[in-house]
């Protein structure tokens, strides 16, 4: 089995036109170089043409003892870059509704975040009731602002968004995390444009950025668009992304989000169609205040009538700006004041305290329309263990049965040097603490080590998927072809993909001079 190299076997036809070529040299030495050049040039042409009528007429040709397939990063290639957002409308945009959030504080302004007794339980409902100590007033005074706020926000600016699109989050360590996902996107077939949205010009990578813009990928940075030293939390970054995007109808996925099928079919799906918003589950119900829906008008006084409400998990999000700008901009007020407010009043400090709830929370308090999907998330273990790697969230397009779309992998995020990477703490830039193959504490150390399965192939085919494949290729593209690439992370990546999954590495036969552009081969059956 060939980890990598030249094809073992090369075709018949080239060690004929090699030959051949070495008899012609040996014919042509008394002439000058340039008179030797010219022979041999028209003599290889002339061989060329009658190989070439040869095989066609004998049907002899290689033996196909590996199916290649062309790079997906070559396939993505055409498409269409997005356009550029216009940094000074957007800016103008954006400082409207900063005035507007600036002038109409919540009350009070900082909320104490208390951890409750126990993360692992589901608080108990007195415990929620009387978790966050809100006085009458300083109630009052919120729901007041919240009353000014949505009556005053900034119309549609029409002009500044169209088309459909992709939005990603990355910077720091979620850049690596963002790398598998984005060649994840093209693996599984997606044409969508796309924007890798970072909070400022630190953070971005431009020899990464000049590769992913011929992939139809463009980076932004939100410095741009504005003032990014207000953001107190890293939570506040992703309404920033959704906001200042290009595109009109927008699917956000967190850097760590892996999708396992296309997900280019949620925008022509009822789901989204009918609703122009689609949400996805999380585990748990709402722990928030019972204040929270006085401030937000939804009930008259503190109220439990969000307390059957399941949350949700915004690792992918669905959103048509045209329709539920409103709602979008209400969004960035919760997140505005979010990490001294509107974080602790959704969750009360129990777990899933950050922005991920406050898009539901805008849509309930304008009463607006939205798709949640039916189907509860499930949790993919390690294989061989009872270690949870991620949550699988389901198709949108089919309600009537679960079918995965989505890998949220928030407890193991799959990135190559994360992986595999040997001394990558000691790079100065994007450093890798110790990654999964140093740590012998890591749950996929052994995996790695011994070449296994990080997915069960059980699961997996009770699932009707197997992305891990996939994602290992796009390992491969990011520690052998790509900007990051490293030759020590690329072998031992190979390798791993030869070991695991009987991939095979080979130069392509396409051109028997050059010997071909180098490419992934899977063995046939």
């Given at each position: 089995?060939?980890?990598?190299g030249?094809?073992?076997d090369?075709?018949?036809?080239?060690h004929?036109?090699?030959?051949?070529?070495?008899k012609?040299?040996?014919?042509?030495?008394?002439?000058?170089?340039?008179?030797?050049?010219?022979?041999?040039?028209?003599?290889?042409?002339?061989?060329?043409?009658?190989?070439?009528?040869?095989?066609?007429?004998?049907g002899?040709t290689?033996?196909?003892?590996?199916?290649?397939?062309?790079?997906?990063?070559?396939?993505?290639?055409?498409?269409?870059?997005?356009?550029?957002?216009?940094?000074?409308?957007?800016?103008r945009?954006w400082?409207?509704?900063q005035?507007?959030?600036?002038?109409?504080?919540?009350?009070?302004l900082?909320?104490?975040?208390?951890p409750?007794?126990?993360i692992?339980?589901?608080?108990p409902?007195e415990?929620?009731?009387?978790?966050?100590?809100?006085?009458?007033?300083?109630?009052?005074v919120?729901?007041?602002?919240h009353?000014?706020?949505?009556?005053?926000?900034?119309?549609?600016?029409?002009?500044?968004?169209?088309?459909?699109?992709?939005?990603?989050?990355?910077?720091?360590?979620?850049?690596?995390?963002?790398?598998?996902?984005?060649?994840?996107?093209r693996e599984?077939?997606?044409k969508?444009?796309?924007?890798?949205?970072?909070?400022?010009?630190?953070?971005?990578?431009?020899?990464?950025?000049?590769?992913?813009?011929k992939?139809?990928?463009?980076?932004?940075?939100?410095?741009?668009?504005?003032?990014?030293?207000?953001?107190?939390?890293?939570?506040?970054?992703?309404?920033s992304a959704i906001?200042?995007?290009?595109?009109?109808?927008?699917?956000?996925?967190?850097?760590?989000?892996?999708?396992?099928?296309?997900?280019?079919?949620?925008?022509?799906s009822?789901?989204?169609?009918?609703?122009?918003?689609?949400?996805w589950?999380?585990?748990?119900?709402?722990?928030?205040?019972?204040?929270l829906?006085?401030?937000?008008?939804?009930?008259d006084?503190?109220?439990?009538?969000?307390?059957?409400?399941?949350?949700?998990?915004?690792?992918?999000?669905?959103?048509?700006?045209?329709?539920h700008?409103?709602?979008?901009?209400?969004?960035?007020y919760?997140?505005?004041?979010?990490?001294?407010?509107y974080?602790?009043?959704?969750?009360q400090?129990?777990?899933?305290?950050?922005?991920?709830?406050?898009?539901?929370?805008?849509?309930?308090?304008?009463?607006?329309?939205?798709?949640?999907?039916?189907?509860?998330?499930?949790?993919?273990?390690?294989?061989?263990?009872?270690?949870?790697?991620?949550?699988?969230?389901?198709?949108p397009?089919?309600?009537?049965?679960?079918?995965p779309?989505?890998?949220?992998?928030?407890?193991?995020?799959?990135s190559?040097?994360?992986?595999?990477?040997?001394?990558?703490?000691?790079?100065?830039?994007d450093?890798?603490?110790?990654s999964?193959?140093?740590?012998?504490?890591?749950?996929?150390?052994?995996h790695?080590?011994?070449?296994?399965?990080?997915?069960?192939?059980?699961d997996?085919q009770?699932?009707?998927?197997?992305?891990?494949?996939?994602?290992?290729?796009?390992?491969e593209h990011?520690?052998?072809?790509?900007y990051?690439?490293?030759?020590?992370l690329?072998?031992?990546?190979?390798?791993?993909?030869?070991?695991?999954?009987?991939?095979?590495?080979?130069?392509?036969?396409?051109?028997?001079?050059?010997?071909?552009?180098?490419q992934?081969?899977?063995?046939?059956?």
């Amino acid at each position: 089995m060939t980890i990598y190299g030249d094809d073992p076997d090369p075709p018949p036809s080239t060690h004929l036109l090699r030959n051949t070529i070495r008899k012609l040299r040996r014919l042509h030495k008394g002439g000058s170089p340039r008179q030797q050049v010219v022979i041999l040039f028209g003599w290889l042409l002339l061989v060329l043409a009658a190989f070439r009528a040869f095989g066609y007429l004998t049907g002899q040709t290689a033996k196909p003892a590996l199916i290649c397939q062309a790079s997906t990063h070559e396939h993505s290639q055409h498409i269409k870059l997005p356009k550029t957002p216009d940094k000074v409308q957007l800016s103008r945009t954006w400082k409207a509704l900063q005035a507007i959030y600036d002038a109409h504080p919540p009350q009070p302004l900082n909320l104490d975040l208390k951890p409750f007794d126990s993360i692992a339980n589901f608080p108990p409902l007195e415990a929620i009731k009387t978790h966050t100590n809100i006085s009458s007033a300083d109630a009052q005074v919120a729901r007041a602002s919240h009353v000014a706020v949505t009556q005053k926000l900034v119309p549609y600016p029409s002009h500044l968004f169209s088309g459909q699109g992709i939005v990603v989050l990355a910077g720091g360590r979620y850049t690596g995390f963002a790398t598998t996902g984005l060649g994840m996107l093209r693996e599984i077939g997606s044409k969508l444009p796309v924007e890798v949205w970072v909070k400022d010009q630190s953070e971005e990578r431009e020899g990464w950025c000049t590769e992913l813009a011929k992939e139809g990928v463009a980076c932004r940075r939100l410095r741009d668009y504005m003032d990014t030293e207000l953001l107190e939390h890293g939570y506040q970054l992703k309404i920033s992304a959704i906001l200042f995007s290009s595109f009109e109808q927008i699917l956000f996925l967190d850097a760590d989000n892996l999708p396992v099928v296309n997900p280019d079919v949620i925008f022509t799906s009822n789901s989204f169609t009918d609703t122009g918003v689609v949400m996805w589950p999380d585990y748990w119900k709402h722990s928030g205040s019972p204040t929270l829906p006085y401030i937000v008008g939804l009930s008259d006084g503190p109220s439990e009538v969000l307390r059957e409400d399941q949350t949700a998990e915004s690792g992918q999000l669905v959103w048509d700006k045209k329709r539920h700008w409103k709602s979008l901009c209400l969004a960035a007020y919760y997140n505005y004041y979010g990490p001294r407010h509107y974080y602790t009043m959704i969750s009360q400090g129990w777990a899933g305290w950050g922005d991920k709830d406050t898009f539901l929370i805008a849509l309930r308090s304008l009463r607006q329309d939205y798709y949640m999907v039916p189907h509860p998330l499930r949790t993919l273990f390690i294989n061989g263990t009872k270690n949870g790697i991620g949550m699988l969230q389901a198709d949108p397009t089919k309600p009537a049965q679960y079918e995965p779309m989505f890998l949220h992998s928030n407890i193991v995020k799959w990135s190559v040097r994360g992986f595999l990477c040997y001394g990558c703490g000691d790079q100065a830039i994007d450093p890798v603490a110790v990654s999964a193959i140093e740590n012998p504490k890591s749950p996929i150390n052994r995996h790695l080590k011994e070449h296994l399965r990080i997915f069960s192939l059980a699961d997996m085919q009770a699932l009707n998927i197997d992305p891990e494949p996939s994602i290992w290729r796009s390992f491969e593209h990011v520690a052998c072809r790509s900007y990051w690439q490293d030759q020590g992370l690329c072998n031992r990546t190979r390798e791993h993909m030869v070991q695991t999954f009987g991939f095979q590495f080979r130069k392509s036969w396409t051109s028997p001079i050059t010997g071909g552009e180098e490419q992934i081969c899977l063995q046939s059956n």
